[in-house]
């Protein structure tokens, strides 16, 4: 298991079971100082059981967002309750971090697998990490980002691609 999963890791499984989060580790990892936007999550039996990230970094290092966003996927996110200690074991766990996002001039030049994308209007946003199993197609990422930001099909919005650095 790669050292950001077993961070990510340890930090749901102290906040299901003491409900606190667990510090940075000590000494930081030099990889781990960085400060960078990171999703975390969660999936129980194949299923999607929490997903919450950050696209730009909101603490000062890695480890801290990572701790951050893993206690934020297994506890808050809205679509599901709380993970409970008695899930922990059905639990696998996928850390993204993101690259800084980048301007789409051309949608033709966006890759499902590759990139993800984030539709933005002054004041609506949707996300898609990529290579998301069952969205094939820029345009479908499209899509969806647009639903789940709340933006029309043919309301004027940004559209900005980034990669991830995908650990499981």
Do not use: W
């Not at 961070?7 to 781990?32: F, Q, V």
């Not at 004041?123 to 290579?131: F, I, M, N, V, Y």
Request: glycine share 8%; aromatic share 6%; proline share 8%.
């Amino acid at each position: 298991m790669h050292p950001y999963v077993e961070l990510a890791t340890a930090a749901i499984r102290a906040y299901a079971t003491t409900g606190k989060k667990i510090p940075s580790p000590e000494p930081l990892p030099e990889d781990m100082k960085r400060p960078a936007g990171v999703f975390v999550s969660l999936k129980k039996h194949g299923e999607l059981r929490g997903c919450i990230g950050t696209i730009f970094p909101a603490t000062h290092s890695l480890a801290a967002e990572i701790i951050a966003n893993a206690v934020a996927s297994s506890s808050f996110d809205p679509r599901f309750p709380p993970v409970d200690s008695s899930e922990l074991g059905e639990l696998s766990v996928s850390v993204d971090v993101l690259s800084e996002p980048s301007p789409v001039s051309d949608v033709s030049t966006l890759d499902a697998r590759k990139f993800g994308v984030i539709i933005s209007t002054k004041t609506k946003r949707g996300l898609l990490l990529p290579d998301i199993e069952g969205v094939d197609t820029a345009a479908e990422q499209i899509a969806i980002c647009r639903r789940k930001g709340g933006i029309g099909p043919f309301e004027k919005a940004e559209i900005e691609r980034f990669t991830v650095a995908r650990y499981k």
